[in-house]
Structure formats: structure tokens, C-alpha cells
T-cell receptor, first 116, second 114 residues
Framework: DTGVSQDPRHKITKRGQNVTFRCDPI?????LYWYRQTLGQGPEFLTY????????KSRLLSDRFSAERPKGSFSTLEIQRTEQGDSAMYLC??????????????FGPGTRLTVL | AQSVSQHNHHVILSEAASLELGCNYS??????LFWYVQYPGQHLQLLLK??????LVKGIKGFEAEFIKSKFSFNLRKPSVQWSDTAEYFC????????????FGRGTSLIVHP
């Protein structure tokens, strides 16, 4: 168990460009979450997957954002036509839901996005 | 919608001082409660959690938290802090029986002077 990994760790892009981030969860975990964290704030939920199904999306997730988890393992988060307001730390977390209320989420190191 | 309030945004202590960080939530139903910690340059990690049973929960590194249902609170405590406790601390709440999506507070930055 190597924990949750995210790639890249840092991304600098120009406004209007598309970016894609990858998250590799802990291998046996069936849930995968994406969060956004800005300076001085806690993580804000964006979306989550249970296996390959995307079950919920926050209203924070505009049409420019899309996430996939095609085989129920790794996930990608794409932001199209980036805006300066998209600059943030994007966090991924995974957990194992086994039918009870014992969800503990394990977080990755995050991808820090800077939009110039 | 549920919300989580962490009243202390910045706390500065000397080593060996006692710590209490406040956390209040707005939802009146059954909740699961968490404290996460983020050390400088590291990712968020779980400090402790409450699901049911004894409202006094003990976590790693000497931390504990007490769930007081009547006050909608889940305050984090440590009797004697160390320099290595310097970190950002986040309280989070999950509604029991929901979709297990946590709501986080905005965090408390703790600096411990040696």
C-alpha cells in the first residue's frame, strides 16, 4: 500500500488552456473523491466515484470540469479553458465503503494549479 | 446545508502549553466527526474520528476530542503541545446515512514555538 498518489504535483498554465490531473487511489478502495482547496480554506467537495460510476457532483463543478474513472481504478480530472479563478490545490482521496458508516478518506498530496 | 465552523483560525502556543481547537457543526441529525491534520509540506491525514459510543475519542500523537451532542461540538485537545504539532488542523463532518461526503471547516493554523 503506497497510499494515494497524484500527478503532476504542480501545474502552471496560461488562461484558456486545458489541463488534466491524474489520481491513483489505494488499490482496494472503491470510492474516489476530488476536492479543491484554496488558501485559508478547507477542502471543498467536487465529485466522487464509486467504482467507475460518478455518483455526485458539486455545483462548484462547472461545465468546464470533467472527471472520469474508466476502469474503477485511477481517475482523471480535466479542466477546459482554464480561468485564473481555477488556481487552487486539487486533492484526491479514496476510501473503502463496506456498507457501514466507517468511511475514512485517505488523501493524496494534491496537484497545485496556477493559472496565469 | 450543513456547515462546519472552526472559530480559531490562527493559534500560537509555546511548547508544553495546552491546546483546544473549537469545531461546531450545524446539522442536527446523526453525524460522523473527524479531525484531519496537515503538517507543513505533507498531505492531509486522519488524526481521529468519532462514529458512535464513547464521546471522548483518543487519536494519534496524544490528541483527543470530545463530542458534545447538545452543543453540536467536537473540540480537539492536547494537554501539552510540541513543536512538531505545528500544522493545519481541519474538522470535518459526515451525515450518517448519506453519501459519505464530508464537509470541512476552513482549518486552524497552529504554530508552536520551541
Amino acid at each position: 500500500d503506497t497510499g494515494v498518489s497524484q500527478d503532476p504535483r504542480h501545474k502552471i498554465t496560461k488562461r484558456g488552456q486545458n489541463v488534466t490531473f491524474r489520481c491513483d487511489p489505494i488499490s482496494e478502495h472503491n470510492r474516489l473523491y476530488w476536492y479543491r482547496q484554496t488558501l485559508g480554506q478547507g477542502p471543498e467537495f467536487l465529485t466522487y466515484f464509486q467504482n467507475e460510476a460518478q455518483l455526485e457532483k458539486s455545483r462548484l463543478l462547472s461545465d468546464r470540469f470533467s472527471a472520469e474513472r474508466p476502469k474503477g481504478s485511477f481517475s482523471t480530472l480535466e479542466i477546459q479553458r482554464t480561468e485564473q479563478g481555477d488556481s487552487a490545490m486539487y486533492l484526491c482521496a479514496s476510501s473503502l465503503i463496506a456498507g457501514g458508516p466507517t468511511d475514512t478518506q485517505y488523501f493524496g498530496p494534491g496537484t497545485r494549479l496556477t493559472v496565469l | 446545508a450543513q456547515s462546519v465552523s472552526q472559530h480559531n483560525h490562527h493559534v500560537i502556543l509555546s511548547e508544553a502549553a495546552s491546546l483546544e481547537l473549537g469545531c461546531n457543526y450545524s446539522y442536527g441529525g446523526t453525524v460522523n466527526l473527524f479531525w484531519y491534520v496537515q503538517y507543513p509540506g505533507q498531505h492531509l491525514q486522519l488524526l481521529l474520528k468519532y462514529f458512535s459510543g464513547d464521546p471522548l475519542v483518543k487519536g494519534i500523537k496524544g490528541f483527543e476530542a470530545e463530542f458534545i451532542k447538545s452543543k453540536f461540538s467536537f473540540n480537539l485537545r492536547k494537554p501539552s503541545v510540541q513543536w512538531s504539532d505545528t500544522a493545519e488542523y481541519f474538522c470535518a463532518v459526515i451525515l450518517s446515512g448519506g453519501s459519505y461526503i464530508p464537509t470541512f471547516g476552513r482549518g486552524t493554523s497552529l504554530i508552536v514555538h520551541p
